[in-house]
């Protein structure tokens, strides 16, 4: 079973920019894409220890909460390309590394799961992979703040000194970029980060933290927010009441709100299911 932890790299981009997401949040169902990520991940994990061509294992079955999958071709050819990445960087390789004791040396509540890290401490040089087999949403990886979350867990378990950190993102079924996106900075860099980490951390323990609406409100699981509310609203006000007697800046500032009254949208047809 998964350890889940209340500030997890994965919702990082959340946490560390909105803390009233942390103290409101509410218990989601799973969903099939997520499940399916799960399966994908349990594949690869195995193809990477193994040194397998996820093809031999087409027609494999398996059970993710109360979904059945079967890894079909166009699944494996996925897999391959996150194992053929992280097999090609020699070094000592660990396969779904539990970061929770380095990480909760900075914070309690920080945890997480690197799906790979690969140290060459001969180069003092971290490798930080991270597996994404979804195709709707493009992730970025310069600057990912679960790659530094799981860069930092790796630094502070790392046996050897690292003077510079490599995060890969591999999302092979992502079309319209490359597959796989890689960040190297200094491995310095990151202890700035920490402090950041830190001081976000502290923010969702204060009596009444602020809510804070960004592009990290996608994956939010409160359902009530006033921030998003006061976005709609704001939409929706005279300002912006005849679109074709915008200014370019109005234009600029009402694109702006669009995708966040689309994300409030989402939350109440979800609520409503």
């Known amino acids: 079973m ?26 989601q169902p799973g969903n099939k894409y997520a499940a399916e990520g799960t399966f994908l991940h349990d594949i690869a994990a195995s193809c ?10 087409v027609g494999s079955k398996s059970k993710v909460e109360e979904w059945d999958f079967t890894l079909t071709e166009e699944m494996a050819d996925a897999v391959n390309t996150y194992v053929d990445a992280v097999l090609a960087v020699p070094g000592d390789l660990e396969v779904e590394v539990s970061l929770h004791e380095s990480l909760g040396k900075v914070h309690p509540d920080l945890g997480g799961t690197a799906d790979a890290i690969v140290g060459q401490w001969d180069q003092k040089r971290l490798h930080v992979f991270d597996a994404k087999f979804g195709a709707g949403q493009f992730v970025e990886v310069v600057g990912n703040e679960q790659a530094r979350v799981y860069a930092l867990g790796a630094l502070l378990r790392a046996p050897l000194p690292v003077k510079e950190v490599r995060c890969v993102i591999v999302q092979p079924r992502y ?29 969702t323990y204060e009596p009444d933290p602020p809510y804070v609406p960004g592009d990290h409100c996608k994956w939010c699981t409160v359902q009530n927010c006033p921030a998003l ?34 994300t409030r949208i989402a939350a109440f047809e979800q609520a409503a299911y």
């Open 229 to 262: 509310a006061a976005k709609q609203t704001e939409l929706m006000s005279q300002r912006f009441a005849d679109p074709t007697k915008l200014t370019p800046a109005d234009v600029a500032d009402g694109l702006n709100l669009v995708p966040l009254v689309k």
């Open 48 to 57: 990477i220890e193994k040194k397998l061509n996820a093809r031999l294992l």
């Open 175 to 203: 079309t319209g970029a490359e597959p796989i996106r890689e960040w190297v900075f200094p491995a310095v860099e990151i202890f700035d980060f920490m402090a950041d980490l830190v001081q976000a951390a502290k923010r």
């Open 2 to 27: 998964a350890f889940h932890t209340r500030l997890s790299a994965s919702s990082a981009h959340r946490w560390l920019k909105c803390p009233q997401s942390v103290v409101k949040a509410t218990a």
